[in-house]
Structure formats: structure tokens, C-alpha cells
């Protein structure tokens, strides 16, 4: 049947907990990653990149880990705060030469609870 | 910097009407894109451009949609006519990989609904 909307994956955690956000990509040639953060009625900020020769990079309070093996990709956030509740999105890039577009994973909401 | 600047932040218009969207991306930023977000398909990306030259607009859905960048500091998305299934919101954001600088900073979009 027709599709009658994105069922977006959620996230509920408490104020205070670690959050792991997950996301699959589909790309192997994909050699650079990006976490987006999109709050309701803002367009996406973003958050935190990666390119496909690290395995990890931190932030502040938000680290991104790369497994290319099973082309998966998770941003871990720590200490969730309230304001920290959003939609999360992952973006894949090829690269290579001169190209530059970011292909978008549907999202995941994340709740913060106080 | 003011970041990438779209307008009007909302549109409301009548099926077969004209539509124009506005966009001024980030001073020095030489690439441009426009995306759509709709529950149903996500965020895509409809057309990009690289010193105001269109470089892939795979993404337009039909010729009912056109882009254009006239200078460095503006770009226009244009749906003539327009349909209800367009409505959505409409995404510009600009880039300037040359500095490194891959990921995009985007507007605040523009929400269209068309009735």
C-alpha cells in the first residue's frame, strides 16, 4: 500500500542520561559523514563531521563513531539536556572531485525528559 | 554573518499560482543548494549550484520547477503552476568545501502550502 508518511525512529531518555543516536548509510564509496541537528520550525544545524579514514571524533559533549565494516554511524551525546531534544539526521557524501552533495537519512526524534 | 537568509518564511497560495522563493546564502560560500522536506520523502535535494553555475538538477521533480542564480548573493526557486503536492518546506544552504568547509549552512526555510 501506499507509504502514508515517515515513521521517524524515536528516542526518549532522561535529562542527565547519554543518548545514542543510530544510523545506517548504504554508500560504501561514502568517504564523509556529517550529524545534522534540526529543532522544530529551524532548518538543520550542524553538529559534528567525520571523514571515512577516523573511527571516532569528539566534540563537546557529542561523539561520532564510524564503523565502515557494516556502514554504520552513531553520535553519541552525553549529559542530554532539554535542549538537546530535535530531530537528529546522518548525511553521506561521496566526494571525490567536485562533488558536494550531501545525501540526508530520514532522522530519528529525540525526547529529552527533565 | 546573518547566515543564509530565505524568503518569506511562509507562503500560502492557490493551486495554478506562480511561486517564488528566495535565497541569499553566506557571503564567500560558492556553493548553493535547495532542498525540500516533506514527511513523506525526507529532506532532497533539488538542484545545486557552484559559482552561480547549475551543476546537478537531477533533482527537480518536473519542469513545473526552475532555479535560478543570477549572482553570488541570490538564487530564486520558482513552481509555475503550482499543486498541492508541493507543499512543504523548502530548504537553501551554502557551502565553501575549497576552506574545508563540507557541511552546509542552512536557512531557516521557507513553509509552503499550497491549497
Known amino acids: 500500500g501506499e507509504s502514508v508518511g515517515l515513521h521517524l525512529p524515536t528516542l526518549s531518555v532522561q535529562e542527565g542520561d547519554n543518548s545514542i543516536i543510530n544510523c545506517a548509510y548504504s554508500?560504501?564509496?561514502?568517504?564523509?559523514f556529517i550529524w545534522y541537528k534540526q529543532e522544530s520550525g529551524k532548518g538543520p544545524q550542524f553538529i559534528i563531521d567525520?571523514?571515512?579514514?577516523?573511527d571516532k571524533r569528539q566534540g563537546q559533549r557529542v561523539t561520532v563513531l564510524l564503523n565502515k565494516t557494516v556502514k554504520h554511524l552513531s553520535l553519541q551525546i552525553a549529559a542530554t539536556q532539554p535542549g538537546d531534544s530535535a530531530v537528529y539526521f546522518c548525511?553521506?557524501?561521496?566526494?571525490?572531485?567536485?562533488?558536494?552533495?550531501?545525501?540526508f537519512g530520514k532522522g530519528t526524534l529525540l525526547t529529552v525528559n527533565p | 554573518d546573518a547566515g543564509v537568509i530565505q524568503s518569506p518564511r511562509h507562503e500560502v497560495t492557490e493551486m495554478g499560482q506562480e511561486v517564488t522563493l528566495r535565497c541569499k546564502p553566506i557571503?564567500?560560500?560558492?556553493?548553493l543548494f535547495w532542498y525540500r522536506q516533506t514527511m513523506m520523502r525526507g529532506l532532497e535535494l533539488l538542484i545545486y549550484?557552484?559559482?552561480?553555475?547549475?551543476?546537478?538538477d537531477s533533482g527537480m521533480p518536473e519542469d513545473r520547477f526552475s532555479a535560478k542564480m543570477p549572482n553570488a548573493s541570490f538564487s530564486t526557486l520558482k513552481i509555475q503552476p503550482s499543486e498541492p503536492r508541493d507543499s512543504a518546506v523548502y530548504f537553501c544552504?551554502?557551502?565553501?568545501?575549497?576552506?574545508?568547509?563540507?557541511?552546509?549552512?542552512f536557512g531557516s526555510g521557507t513553509r509552503l502550502t499550497v491549497v
Open positions: 544552504a551554502s557551502s565553501f568545501p575549497g576552506r574545508g568547509i563540507y557541511g552546509y549552512t
Open positions: 554508500n560504501s564509496a561514502s568517504d564523509y
Open positions: 567525520i571523514r571515512s579514514n577516523m
Open positions: 548525511a553521506e557524501n561521496i566526494g571525490g572531485g567536485s562533488n558536494y552533495k550531501l545525501t
Open positions: 557571503s564567500g560560500h560558492d556553493y
Open positions: 549550484f557552484n559559482n552561480n553555475v547549475p551543476i546537478d
